[in-house]
């Protein structure tokens, strides 16, 4: 396909924001002015930005998932129908033309509860900060709404992201906030490297060691991988995923002997061969931080090598490492009705779990990943993952606007409802007549 003389134009998403001459600079202080309120510098930045920017179709989504994660919306065009080179003929200013045509405006719930809170000197409800949004937009939105694991999406994300803090930090729009927005910035650059390993580790959990231990105890991967004799009848064609009890029972055997501690081992070593005496005598859904990866080392690989050539251990059985992890408080957890032993287990932060992991996937493991994961564990003192519900970064951050951007104010009461709140006031009036005879 060709390319236009509008897509050779600079978009505005170079690398590098230029500079303001110093003509420029003097009317960028009279449209920040530091006499203006945070919110109107901050709406009219967001909208100045949008406005000099040639926005794509993958770009504006992710600017408009971006701001209105921080508290904006769109807002109705009211320029009569106008297009920005009508209202210039019409002899409208650049900064004329850049108010008719703005995009977005700020919430009236954020608007209405700031000057409220200003007026009364109260602690604002809403508060600016540039780095815990980065953390939590790029830690959820993005990696709901986008492919984040695609290089090309990614790339498009970050390169929206700079671009803004860039044109915040050249203009003076907020020059108070200016380590937030660097710090912000910064979550980029993090983000940028640690996104794609937690794509692979995210893809390669819980791994050929753990799906073993799912097979073989009745986990989730258990009666997955389908028998001989289910894919000549009903399953032709269909693909086997899984592993079958032989290959589970080796990867199992194998981890053992190369990890295992002496008295675990003896305990294993007195099961039936086919291990089905083990009993799984725990199950939880947690969430999981990871605080240490422990790579194979040379007596590890030499047990495994040794082990291959003594038992004809197959390519699948793979080399494997430690990955440590401790509890992560899930900050959207729904309350649990718990034993009063359960709930101290679960209130104890400070619980350390091991799960034997291949060194391929431990080299893509950072300390601070987080995954909300269900774990099992054997009588025999071996935990294992069994499923992984969700992945997230280092740099995961849960705020409010998760819930309240979606809320609306309730409506008036329905006939019913009036109905209903009559019938119960009715009826907890006449027991308090009961009560007084």
């Known amino acids: 396909m060709a390319l236009s003389k509008n897509m050779l134009k600079p978009t505005g998403f170079e690398s590098v924001e230029p500079p303001l001459t110093p003509s420029e600079y003097d009317k960028a202080l009279e449209k920040y002015s530091p006499e203006d309120s945070i919110i109107s510098r901050l709406e009219t930045a967001v909208n100045s930005f949008n406005s000099n920017r040639k926005m794509h179709q993958d770009t504006r989504a992710v600017f408009e998932k971006l701001v209105s994660f921080g508290g904006f919306r769109m807002k109705g065009q009211f320029q009569g129908g106008l297009n920005k080179k009508q209202m210039k003929r019409e002899g409208m200013t650049k900064e004329e033309i850049e108010v008719a045509s703005a995009h977005y405006c700020l919430l009236e719930e954020v608007t209405n509860s700031y000057w409220k809170e200003v007026d009364n000197k109260q602690k604002p409800s809403w508060v600016v900060d540039f780095e815990a949004l980065a953390k939590a937009f790029l830690s959820s939105q993005f990696m709901h709404?986008?492919?984040?694991?695609?290089?090309?999406?990614?790339?498009?994300?970050m390169m929206v992201l700079r671009s803004f803090y860039n044109y915040l930090i050249v203009h003076p729009v907020c020059p108070e906030y200016k380590e937030q927005i660097l710090a912000a910035s910064a979550i980029c650059d993090v983000a940028e490297q640690e996104l794609p390993k937690l794509a692979v580790v995210g893809q390669s959990l819980p791994g050929a060691f753990n799906s073993a231990c799912s097979t073989l105890f009745g986990g989730a991967y258990a009666d997955v991988h389908l028998s001989k004799a289910a894919r000549d009848s009903w399953a032709q064609g269909a693909d086997n995923v899984g592993l079958d009890r032989h290959e589970a029972t080796i990867i199992f055997k194998a981890g053992v002997a190369a990890h295992s501690t002496s008295e675990q081992y003896a305990r294993i070593a007195a099961l039936r061969s086919d291990l089905s005496d083990a009993k799984c005598i725990s199950t939880e859904s947690l969430g999981l931080e990871i605080t240490a990866v422990e790579l194979p080392d040379a007596d590890v690989k030499e047990t495994y090598e040794s082990l291959r050539k003594r038992e004809g251990f197959h390519e699948y059985v793979h080399t494997m490492g430690k990955l440590t992890c401790k509890r992560w408080k899930i900050p959207f957890e729904h309350p649990v009705d718990l034993p009063a032993h359960l709930m101290k287990a679960k209130a104890d932060m400070n619980q350390r779990f091991e799960f034997l992991v291949e060194a391929e996937t431990l080299a893509y493991c950072v300390p601070g990943m987080k995954m909300v994961a269900?774990?099992?564990?054997?009588?025999?003192?071996?935990?294992?993952?069994?499923?992984?519900?969700?992945?997230?970064?280092?740099?995961?951050?849960?705020?409010?606007?998760?819930q309240i951007r979606d809320w609306k104010e309730p409506g008036p009461a329905t006939d019913w409802m009036q109905r209903a709140m009559a019938k119960k006031t009715g009826l907890a009036e006449a027991e308090a007549e009961i009560e007084v005879d």
């Not at 492919?147 to 994300?157: G, I, R």
Request: glycine share 2%.
């Open 374 to 402: 269900v774990v099992k564990e054997l009588d025999v003192g071996i935990k294992w993952i069994d499923c992984v519900e969700s992945m997230h970064p280092t740099f995961h951050t849960w705020l409010l606007n998760e």
């Open 145 to 157: 709404h986008f492919h984040w694991y695609d290089p090309k999406q990614l790339a498009t994300a």
